[in-house]
């Protein structure tokens, strides 16, 4: 799991809470990049994600103290960047549909032979989706996260949040005619 | 990093995987020590942020103990004085569906999967209605009716259809009459066929709103429909547009009936010369102060053109990019434009008053209701009067009051101050203890990153509730208490006070889950039965609430 890796993480975010930015710069090397890329999936705008990211780690560095479960910090983390996020989204700074695809470079189009769904069709449908759901995909299939993750990034329990990610993928699946 | 476990996924999540990393690309450096220094150098002193209490928080809000240790950890909680504390027991039960009693028969055919469960709050006798176009069409939806029960689909859901070279069809509004729960239905007739329709009882009267075509109707029996003429409903927003009406859930409040209204401008692309696109076309401003003309295709915005939008001393002028005009609009200024781009659509809100066999549009004051939702104001009528909210731009809550639905003041906002609801997903009225209880459910911001929900009883003051997955959704089943939480942990109360988990209702909706294999859907009360929407999957696709469990409670008195 990606963390604060041979170190008392404990310790690290007491530190960190303290006051010591080196402590703080070891949060940030862990978790960093795992914000940025939900944020990215969030956005689909790479500098609307490292400037939630930002303002994200402006929040965290004021709420450190309050951390009691260290062991849930990167679900912690990612669910404040993600917040950070939708709140830019919804300021209206949001890209239209033209320019989300015309920035899928890196999904290559072409129909999956195990689905028959097209990969960019699958992704006109996900940037459809609400930013919540969207940040609950990338945290499930891109960062790893488990069902207890989830749940403590999302505020729903574990079940709660199966059941949710089963009704984004059939929405996903109704609206692609996957059935 | 974790790498994604895909074992036990189908090929669907895989591609899902797939594309989600292909477009968020690899992973990069990061120059940790530069950011916590830029973070920890421009930030302000730490100052602990108060705490958001809830002395008021109703007991039943603590329902759903998933574990001996949510319980442990909520009592600690207590102990400390920290974030939840009990208020006072509920002393008047909530807007309640009274006049029914007994709504499953003494003989249950046997070909209806029952029996009868015992639970803290006594025995229970239940059914479980798989669905069959003989006995239990759709819709599953109950409420009370003048001879028994009502049961309401309001259409406009996309469902499986057996019409020749169809494969999906959209359900249409449909009213059925059954003597009680597991009885044939009856399909009654509406007054008109539209799209879709609402159906909301209200003292004793049933109000039902249609769109495409926009109506309105009210019944005493819910067989003789009075219209309601809507001819004055004319949306405050600017004249020259045509203006599609459509109505919301009507409030009731010392005999006074108010309706929300919402106006979605049909001829927007006029305004960008595209009058071919309809309503389906926004602006889009861009980078050189010009404003790109976007189709909506319903699979995303396409680049169609690109215009000039100016303000003028009485509204908006439209003109091609060599400054032909297009189109002028009155009324209207940069808000609109900015509204329309955010939201896709041209919309504009009021109220309406019920004045005897019409309805009266009633503007509710202060600037222009403009913002990113095409939701229309959410009404709620209490003991004291109406009350009316919208969600603002900025995360807000708009609030307005009034004593008799025709003079409306604005209230401040909700969301500026500690201990109010802001960045509502959606607001809703549902019955409280003490009446009908606005509900309002939002993100919080804090450390707590969790879904909660506001309640408030009066529209003024608010409370906070648990997180929405383990808040209790109190059911009064006559004079005691059921709850159930997102995953299906029952409790029940015989006081309403204090509260002790149900295994045994698991047990037996389980068991109706797996007849049913779907997933689960709404559940609501009339009078001491309780009724339980399954969701079931469709061969084309997508899910249809056709499967219905029904548990009726022994004695006590409604």
């Known amino acids: 799991m990606t963390g604060v890796v041979g170190e008392d993480l404990s310790g690290v975010i007491a530190s960190a809470a303290a006051g010591d930015d080196h402590a703080f710069s070891r949060i940030v090397a862990a978790y960093h990049d795992d914000m940025r890329r939900v944020c990215a999936f969030v956005t689909r705008d790479e500098a609307l994600a490292e400037e939630a990211v930002q303002a994200a780690w402006s929040t965290v560095w004021h709420k450190l103290g309050a951390v009691r479960q260290p062991e849930r910090i990167r679900p912690w983390l990612v669910s404040i960047a993600v917040n950070q996020a939708r709140d830019l989204l919804r300021k209206g700074r949001r890209r239209s549909e033209a320019e989300l695809l015309a920035n899928a470079r890196n999904v290559m189009a072409g129909v999956d032979p195990a689905t028959g769904i097209d990969s960019l069709d699958l992704l006109a449908a996900m940037d459809r989706l609400d930013p919540e759901d969207r940040a609950l995909i990338a945290m499930r299939y891109v960062l790893g996260f488990d069902a207890t993750e989830l749940a403590a990034a999302i505020g729903l329990s574990p079940p709660g949040t199966r059941a949710r990610l089963a009704r984004i993928l059939g929405k996903l699946r109704e609206e692609l005619g996957h059935g | 990093m974790v790498e994604w476990d895909a074992a036990g996924v189908d090929a669907f999540e895989r591609q899902v ?13 990061v120059d940790a020590l530069a950011i916590a220094q830029s973070v920890v ?23 759903t103990l998933l574990t001996a240790v949510l319980l442990v ?28 009693v007994a709504l499953l028969p003494v003989e249950i055919p046997a070909r209806i999967p029952h029996g009868v469960v015992d639970t803290p709050i006594g025995r229970a006798r239940w059914a479980f209605l798989t ?15 003048p001879a028994g029960l009502l049961w309401f689909d309001g259409g406009g859901q996309s ?28 399909e009654q007739t509406l007054p008109v066929v539209a799209e879709e329709a609402m159906l909301t009882p209200l003292d004793g009267t049933w109000w039902l709103g249609t769109y495409r075509p926009t109506t309105l109707w009210r019944s005493t029996d819910a067989e003789t429909w009075e219209p309601l003429d809507l001819g004055a409903l004319i949306s405050p927003g600017p004249a020259d547009l045509d203006w599609e009406v459509r109505l919301g859930e009507p409030a009731t409040s010392g005999g006074a009936t108010v309706v929300p209204v919402v106006y979605a401008a049909r001829d927007g692309g006029r305004l960008l010369g595209r009058p071919d696109l309809g309503s389906f076309v926004r602006p889009e401003r861009s980078t050189s102060g010009t404003y790109r003309v976007q189709e909506d295709t319903q699979g995303g915005y396409v680049d169609v053109g690109e215009v000039r939008i100016e303000e003028t001393a009485t509204g908006l002028r439209f003109s091609d990019v060599t400054g032909n005009p297009i189109a002028t609009l009155d009324g209207a200024d940069r808000d609109l434009i900015e509204a329309w781009e955010t939201t896709g659509t041209i919309v504009d809100y009021n109220v309406a008053l019920v004045e005897g066999g019409a309805v009266s549009p009633v503007d509710l004051p202060g600037p222009p209701l403009y913002d990113h939702s095409d939701d229309g104001p959410t009404l709620f ?33 909700l969301g500026d101050s500690e201990g109010e609801p802001r960045d509502a997903y959606y607001i809703e009225t549902r019955p409280g203890w003490d009446g009908p209880a606005a509900v309002v459910a939002v993100r919080m911001d804090d450390e707590a990153q969790r879904s909660v929900s506001w309640e408030s ?12 997955s383990y808040a209790c959704h109190a059911l009064r089943i006559g004079d005691r208490w059921l709850c159930s939480s997102e995953d299906e942990d029952w409790s029940t109360s015989m006081d309403g006070e204090s509260w002790e988990p149900a295994p045994t209702l698991s047990q037996v909706h389980w068991k109706g889950h797996i007849l049913g294999s779907g997933s689960l859907g709404p559940k609501w009360v009339i009078g001491t039965t309780l009724f339980y929407a399954v969701h079931v999957r469709e061969p084309g696709g997508g899910t249809r609430q056709r499967d219905l469990w029904v548990l009726e409670f022994e004695g006590g008195e409604t």
């Open chain 2, 17 to 29: 995987a797939d594309v989600a990393r292909r477009v968020i690309g690899p992973s990069r450096p």
């Open chain 2, 41 to 63: 150098g421009s930030a302000s002193p730490r100052v602990p942020r108060p705490r958001v209490t809830a002395s008021t928080l109703r007991p039943w809000r603590w329902r």
């Open chain 2, 73 to 100: 950890a909520l009592a600690l909680i207590t102990l400390v004085g920290g974030l939840l504390l009990t208020g006072s027991a509920p002393t008047t039960p909530p807007v309640g569906d009274d006049d029914v």
């Open chain 2, 131 to 145: 669905w069959d176009p003989s006995n239990l069409p759709a819709p599953l939806r109950s409420m009370p009716g």
């Open chain 2, 159 to 186: 469902t499986a259809c057996e019409e020749p070279g169809k494969v999906r069809c959209r359900a249409r509004p449909q009213l059925w009459a059954s003597a009680d729960a597991i009885s044939e239905r009856v």
């Open chain 2, 381 to 413: 009528g209490s003991n004291s009067g109406f009350h009316a909210f919208k969600s603002a731009t900025d995360g807000t809550i708009r609030t307005w009051r009034s004593s008799d639905g025709r003079t409306w003041t604005e209230g401040a906002p």
């Open chain 2, 457 to 468: 009883a009066d529209g003024v003051s608010w409370t906070p509730g648990m997180d929405l």
